[in-house]
């Protein structure tokens, strides 16, 4: 059940009271949204694809354009229904659902420490999942898949801000360095991170890059 409260109060981490409600900002609300309907697109146009790929085995999906960026190879590997469902069947739920969050946020609602922490629980798995998704596409599959790119920095990009969102609320301890960055900088880790997995991406195909 949520509760209004100013939209500022998620910016009030040291002096939120145990197990108080928090908000968040119009800026992260428009984050949450954003993101998810990228990777609420991105699973998408990946499952309708599928669909084609079990209808046609010659179908080509737009975004196998190159030996390194084949999207056919990555939805028909085994790694793509990783839960015996394809993978981006499990995205159109979870994004949906963080869209879901992000609109009642808008509404000016605050939610107590055990939803944050649950909801930043699922974005844990979503990164988790994802990383393991990467490590499989560069280093097992051999291939790149555009749609999927698109759905890892929106996975990203999510997880790093709720976590700095709850760090900051007090929800997650840390001291007070920690969140007195975590509240003026929340975007560098995000920035690093997809910048190491963007390294990744060109150390492990350079001389297709470079060629």
């Not at 209004?4 to 800026?27: C, F, Q």
């Not at 007090?170 to 007195?180: M, T």
């Amino acid at each position: 059940m949520t509760t209004t409260a100013p939209l500022d109060e998620a910016h009030t981490g040291a002096n939120t009271p145990k197990g108080g409600a928090v908000g968040a900002s119009r800026a992260f609300s428009w984050m949450l949204i954003v993101t998810a309907a990228a990777g609420l697109l991105a699973a998408w146009v990946i499952t309708l694809d599928k669909f084609e790929l079990l209808e046609d085995k010659d179908f080509k999906p737009a975004c196998s354009i190159n030996p390194v960026v084949a999207c056919g190879n990555i939805m028909q590997s085994d790694q793509a229904s990783a839960f015996g469902a394809p993978n981006p069947m499990i995205g159109l739920v979870a994004y949906g659902i963080v869209i879901c969050v992000g609109v009642t946020l808008l509404t000016r609602a605050a939610f107590p420490r055990w939803y944050w922490l649950t909801f930043n629980a699922g974005c844990l798995f979503g990164v988790g999942f994802v990383t393991w998704l990467q490590y499989e596409s560069l280093y097992t599959i051999g291939n790149l898949c555009l749609w999927c790119c698109l759905a890892w920095v929106a996975t990203i990009i999510m997880f790093w801000y709720v976590t700095a969102h709850n760090v900051r609320s007090g929800f997650l301890p840390a001291p007070a360095a920690v969140r007195g960055f975590a509240d003026e900088f929340p975007w560098v880790v995000p920035v690093l991170h997809i910048g190491v997995i963007g390294i990744l991406v060109l150390t492990r195909w350079w001389d297709f890059w470079t060629g």
